[in-house]
């Protein structure tokens, strides 16, 4: 698996499957705040009642959560300029590849250039400047 999208209230509230060194936050994504359930078959009978009760215990559902849900520790403090680092030295990232391309062009370039400046003070002479005078 390379990705996942995961709710953090989902990993806040079992942390002991996502403390794990091997894994990485890239990115968060950031949202407002929204509650909710999700009713099938015949719990959609239940949705009148249920709305009835979010809307007037709002407080202590958001209490609860605070409660049950603890903060990603280890997975959200780790060095993120690391991370990003590894990737340069990583030979199946793109960013890799870029470097080394880029290099590499750079290279070529100022190779043929030393070439068409080596061909040109040799074969034209009046363009060379004397370097006493």
Excluded: W
Excluded at 69 to 81: E, F, Q
Excluded at 87 to 108: E, H, P, R
Aim: proline content about 3%; charged content about 20%.
């Amino acid at each position: 698996m390379f990705g996942a999208l995961i709710d953090t209230y989902t990993v806040g509230s079992a942390t002991n499957l996502f403390n794990n060194d091997k894994l990485t936050v890239n990115e968060i994504f950031d949202y407002s705040l929204n509650y909710g359930v999700v009713l099938a078959g015949e719990g959609r009978k239940l949705q009148p009642c249920l709305e009835n009760y979010i809307t007037k215990e709002t407080e202590e559902i958001h209490h609860s959560v605070i409660k049950h849900v603890k903060p990603l520790k280890n997975v959200l403090t780790r060095n993120m300029r690391i991370d990003k680092t590894r990737s340069l030295f990583d030979a199946t990232t793109k960013m890799y590849q870029q470097i080394v391309i880029t290099s590499v062009s750079l290279f070529a370039f100022l190779f043929f250039l030393g070439i068409a400046a080596s061909y040109l003070s040799r074969f034209l002479p009046h363009l060379r400047t004397p370097i006493g005078k």
